[in-house]
């Protein structure tokens, strides 16, 4: 087992478990450059003053009794904290992140697109309260790193984190997490999902998907549309546009080699698509990234 403490200060202490798990207590920054390329799922509750950030293409306020979740912590950036401001923050492998998902009834794929549209929600004072004390707990096992259940101890926590987690966010989504649907349609949307984020680059057609899934495309964009609105397609693009977008704000790769890293047949195809779906050329959607948030 691999661990470490590190003490960035006084006051903020950062844990890591197993390279799938960090816990950071009394959070206060995020450092960006850090996160960039990276898929964790990242949450993270205040217990009180403010802060604001900056998710994909919006700007949030983060406040007491706010938790944020990111499932792809790579999208944000410009963490603003007052002087005030505290919070606890969990950080979790997306191997891990599925597996605790599926725990609490196989819904995952319905969180995440929840939690791409909402990615403040605020909880209450009780809510918030519960999930520190399991946070704390959590780095104070962590901390003192001993016992012959260690991994045992950390494993059924983190459990039990989730399941509270998940509580609260279903107490306060709308509609419900848990609302039911055919579980072979929640199980095929499931590995969908889990293929679209695993895979890099991204295949861009529903074929590619249908096949590895030994499903018709046709079955698997039914799926799409009776459990989110959405089709197959249309969550395809979603994910390759925001691969397109995390890249084209690192001014150190090229177009080019944007392009043909996600496999663009040539550079043409990769401007009339990045056109088609975000309205302007690669190059002025990177100028305009770049003046609008000042890369």
């Not at 397109?244 to 177009?255: C, G, H, K, Y």
Request: proline residues 3%; glycine residues 4%.
């Amino acid at each position: 087992m691999t661990r470490n403490s590190i003490y960035g200060n006084n006051e903020e202490k950062i844990f890591r478990y197993e390279d799938e798990v960090t816990l950071i207590e009394n959070f206060k920054k995020i450092d960006v450059s850090y996160w960039e390329g990276k898929d964790c799922f990242f949450i993270l509750f205040c217990t009180d003053g403010s802060a604001s950030i900056h998710i994909g293409n919006a700007n949030y306020a983060f406040s007491r009794n706010s938790i944020l979740v990111c499932a792809q912590s790579a999208l944000i950036k410009d963490f603003v904290a007052e002087k005030d401001f505290q919070s606890q923050c969990i950080v979790l492998s997306p191997k891990y992140n599925d597996r605790l998902f599926l725990l609490c009834g196989g819904n995952s794929w319905k969180a995440r697109l929840e939690f791409e549209k909402h990615p403040i929600t605020t909880l209450s004072e009780k809510e918030i309260l519960m999930l520190n004390q399991y946070h704390r707990l959590l780095c104070d096992i962590l901390d003192k790193n001993d016992g012959k259940f260690l991994k045992e101890e950390v494993n059924s926590l983190l459990e039990a984190f989730f399941y509270q987690f998940h509580n609260a966010m279903n107490r306060n989504f709308r509609p419900k997490l848990d609302s039911s649907t055919s579980s072979s349609a929640n199980y095929q949307m499931e590995r969908f999902l889990s293929l679209l984020s695993s895979s890099h680059p991204k295949a861009r057609s529903v074929n590619s998907y249908a096949e590895k899934m030994n499903i018709s495309p046709k079955y698997l964009s039914s799926v799409c549309k009776s459990l989110t609105g959405h089709t197959a397609m249309d969550i395809i693009n979603q994910f390759v546009l925001r691969d397109i977008e995390r890249l084209l704000r690192n001014p150190q790769i090229s177009i080019k080699e944007i392009a043909f890293g996600l496999e663009f047949p040539n550079l043409s195809f990769f401007g009339k698509y990045v056109k088609q779906h975000f309205g302007m050329s690669p190059k002025s959607y990177r100028e305009n990234l770049i003046l609008r948030n000042g890369i």
